[in-house]
């Protein structure tokens, strides 16, 4: 399958499956909110998970899980990031963001639900039948997710805004690191994990991948269409923030993004031509617009 189709393939049974597990909760507006968050996207965390879950042969009844649950995981942190405490932004993926539609209070609720849902989407019984893998995969996913991941990106980020000067590079790839790079990361680690397999070659590969995303997401923020990218844009040019763009330049930022994918591509040699969705993916990750 081409990689246009299987990203296709992966948010139709992401949101197949969303569905099912919330329509399963009492119709209230949060709930109803948790589902305008999750909704959308590129599901491109969703489709790691499949895939490399492929390249391992787990059955995709089981893989489906642990996929819902990082866009679960995602969501939250998009509808938590929007928040006027955060970034305070207006649209998310072209539509307003949660907080606007409905009330701080409701956003703040829906993406705890949703947080606490990637939890339980690793645990369900359906995920895998052995409940040690299940646990790794949640345990990962904490560990992904929260001080010592995206959690600790997001602290960095704010910390930086408030920072007598501008961030240096080492110290924005340490950031990315968290905030973008560690969910992608157990993203693609998740299918070897599910067939207890050696994460090292997912991880090489993701690592590069996250990274290469983070820097194009800069090179939109200064090139992209706000009505294409869903968001504003130019923002941390107008607060004066330091990105991969504004410390190595548009053209440098775009050769790094695109030596990372090499490096993502190559790391994927010991799977040979059964990864080359993986390889479509990070290409596709420095030729998106949105």
């Known amino acids: 399958m081409q990689f246009p189709d299987g990203l296709a393939a992966a948010a139709r049974a992401v949101e197949a499956h969303f569905q099912r597990i919330l329509d399963a909760y009492n119709p209230l507006p949060v709930v109803e909110a948790m589902g305008y968050a999750a909704s959308g996207g590129k599901r491109l965390r969703a489709y790691l998970v499949l895939e490399s879950a492929r390249i391992h042969d787990v059955d995709p009844v089981h893989a489906i899980w642990p996929a819902t649950a990082i866009e679960a995981i995602h969501a939250y942190s998009l509808v938590h990031d929007d928040l006027p405490c955060m970034d305070d932004d207006d649209l998310r993926r072209g539509l307003p963001t949660l907080h606007r539609k409905w009330d701080e209070a ?132 107008g607060r004066g923030k330091a990105t991969f763009v504004s410390l190595l330049g548009l053209e440098e930022a775009k050769r790094r993004a695109a030596h990372l994918v090499h490096e993502a591509c190559t790391a994927l040699d010991v799977y040979g031509d059964k990864a080359d969705g993986l390889r479509d993916c990070a290409r596709f990750v420095i030729s998106r617009d949105s």
């Open 106 to 237: 409701t956003a703040v609720l829906a993406g705890d639900a949703l947080q606490t849902l990637g939890f339980e989407l690793c645990l369900d019984p359906s995920g895998h039948p052995q409940a040690g893998v299940r646990a790794d995969l949640a345990l990962s996913l904490a560990r992904a997710a929260g001080a010592r991941g995206m959690v600790l990106g997001q602290a960095l980020d704010m910390a930086a805004e408030a920072a007598d000067g501008p961030l240096t590079l080492d110290q924005i790839t340490a950031l990315q690191a968290g905030k973008t790079g560690a969910l992608i990361t157990w993203s693609a680690q998740a299918g070897a994990r599910l067939a207890q397999a050696d994460i090292a070659p997912l991880t090489a590969y993701a690592d590069a991948v996250g990274l290469a995303f983070q820097i194009w997401d800069d090179v939109l923020d200064v090139e992209g269409d706000a009505a294409t990218v869903g968001k504003a844009v130019g923002k941390d040019a």
